[in-house]
């Protein structure tokens, strides 16, 4: 089977982990602008990172046969120094209209602070004027109420659910998020979020309609090959293949390609890697000899 991972912060992450990607069946990521771990403190921080996540990260997954997208987006923990916010906000523009960019995220609420309602509703507007999808972040605390909130403001904003996926769900707010008819993703990252074991069991009370895997992994202790074993265990499970391929790869592609900006014919077909390949000067190569890489087409899930 084929995976996508619609939630990875591959910035974060090493070349080996892009080889066990694609070794392990995943063809496309969408990598979130997100919070670094350290806040930032200037706009042209901002800039930079988003640069490399319309640039040189989406070169270097095509690398390893895996095709990048991004989100573009002010991150609610950072939406709290309102003078650096304004600052990026002015920025947003810049970036969302560029190749790849498959939605505006991630956003929503952390601390769900006065501040971070002004952003996120600002950045709602900006989704709504680009025609962009939404990935909507809850927060970690107090996530049911922040979850109900964030669909209120969407829909005093008018945003039709098909075009938002809210992300970090768990069996707390699993059933509010799909009866109010959004994408519900659900992020496998050890120890916290939720386990794969947890996830089987969600598919199975749920189903597969509107639901999204994926791994988020990042900085911090997590998985990048979270969708793929979770995939693997729900097949132990007795889950269907088709509901599989449905929440580890066909759901985020049909909520995602509403950008436009995401088809499957960008990774299906047979493709050769030359790793000697410029970006701006620059190769993956650092004195390595250069191989080309065949990676086979056609996806079959």
């Known amino acids: 089977m084929y995976f996508i991972d619609p939630h990875i912060h ?5 070349t080996n982990d892009y080889q066990a990607m694609r070794a392990a069946g995943i063809v496309a990521v969408i990598e979130p602008a997100f919070w670094l771990g350290q806040a930032r403190t200037e706009a042209s921080s901002f800039k930079d990172y988003f640069s490399t996540l319309v640039g040189w990260e989406r070169f270097r997954a095509s690398q390893f046969g895996i ?6 987006g002010l991150n609610s923990k950072e939406a709290n120094n309102e003078a650096l916010a304004e600052k990026v906000m002015e920025l947003l523009p810049l970036f969302a ?5 498959v939605a505006i995220g991630e956003i929503g609420y952390d601390d769900q602070t006065p501040a971070e309602d002004k952003y996120f509703r600002l950045q709602i507007e900006l989704a709504l004027k680009f025609h962009l999808p939404i990935m ?3 927060p970690h605390r107090d996530k049911k109420n922040g979850t109900i909130r964030s669909m209120n403001v969407l829909k005093e904003h008018g945003v039709s659910p098909n075009m938002v996926v809210i992300d970090h769900n768990n069996e707390e707010t699993a059933k509010c998020v799909l009866d109010n008819g959004y994408w519900a993703a659900f992020t496998i990252y050890p120890n916290t979020k939720m386990g794969n074991e947890r996830m089987a069991d969600v598919v ?3 189903g597969s309609e509107r639901i999204i895997v994926d791994s988020s992994a990042d900085w911090g202790v997590s998985d990048p090959l979270s969708v793929p074993k979770t995939a ?10 088709e509901d599989v391929h449905l929440t580890c790869y066909q759901n985020a592609l049909t909520a995602y390609s509403q950008s436009g900006q995401m088809n499957e014919s960008d990774w299906s077909n047979e493709m050769t890697i030359q790793q000697d390949s410029l970006f701006e000067g620059n190769s993956i190569l650092r004195g390595q000899e250069s191989q080309d890489i065949t990676f086979n ?5």
């Open 232 to 241: 693997a265990l729900m097949l132990e499970k007795g889950i269907s293949r």
């Open 297 to 301: 087409n056609i996806i079959k899930n």
């Open 67 to 72: 095709k990048h997208y991004c989100t573009i």
């Open 10 to 14: 591959m910035v974060s992450r090493t």
């Open 136 to 138: 909507v972040h809850t």
């Open 97 to 101: 209209a560029k190749e790849g960019v």
């Open 204 to 206: 199975k009370q749920y």
